[in-house]
């Protein structure tokens, strides 16, 4: 993966980096609105959790947590950031024309291929029953 490493101009913009590869546009039809409990205030309406801020409005992305495509091979197409959670996140192309989000894994690049089943191989990306581990 290529970082791009920032030219000093101020302070805050020392020793900044950031992943070129990482896209920061989520698909449509993979993301919906989250609700969020405003102003973190109790039933009576008395604030409970002081000098907290509102923050910057999120979009929730939709990760395929049980990867039950089996036996269909897919693409890593692009590495986003999520910003409900402390981890990266892959577009997957899936060979019947299926995307789906599941999270980075550790060492995956933007091409390599995925799949889930009871007899792929263990590698890193793929997903299989603990029953056949």
Known sequence: MAIHLYKTSTLGT???????????????????????????????????????????????????????EKDIYGRIVTIEYDPNRNAYICLIHYGDGEK?????????????????GTEVPIKMGNALPLSAV
Not at 39 to 67: P, V
Not at 100 to 116: C, K, M, N, Q
């Open 14 to 68: 020392r020793n900044g980096a950031v992943d070129s590869q990482v896209k920061s546009n989520p698909r449509n039809n993979l993301i919906c609105g989250q609700h969020r409990c405003g102003k973190r205030r109790n039933a009576r309406g008395i604030i409970t959790a002081r000098h907290r801020g509102g923050g910057h409005k999120r979009l929730y992305r939709k990760i395929d947590f049980r990867r039950n």
């Open 100 to 116: 789906r989000y599941i999270l980075h894994p550790r060492g995956a690049i933007i091409g390599d291929t995925i799949v889930s």
